[in-house]
């Protein structure tokens, strides 16, 4: 993948004819099981591991 530089990025955005719309329709958009998580996360906790991910239990 070829990568451009900030001001080939820039003049991209700045050349764009037209504005994409975006709407948010639901009031809420948590997921039960993420609900513990997230809030020990916003409680101050570290982020949360995945199981089986490596070193996050280390060797099984």
Do not use: K
């Amino acid at each position: 993948m070829e990568l451009i530089s900030s001001d080939e990025r820039n003049q991209l955005f700045e050349s764009f004819a037209h504005d994409a719309f975006h709407s948010e329709l639901r009031d809420d958009y948590s997921v039960p099981n993420e609900d513990g998580p997230y809030r020990a996360v916003r409680g101050g906790a570290g982020p949360p591991t995945r199981r089986g991910a490596a070193g996050a239990e280390g060797p099984r």
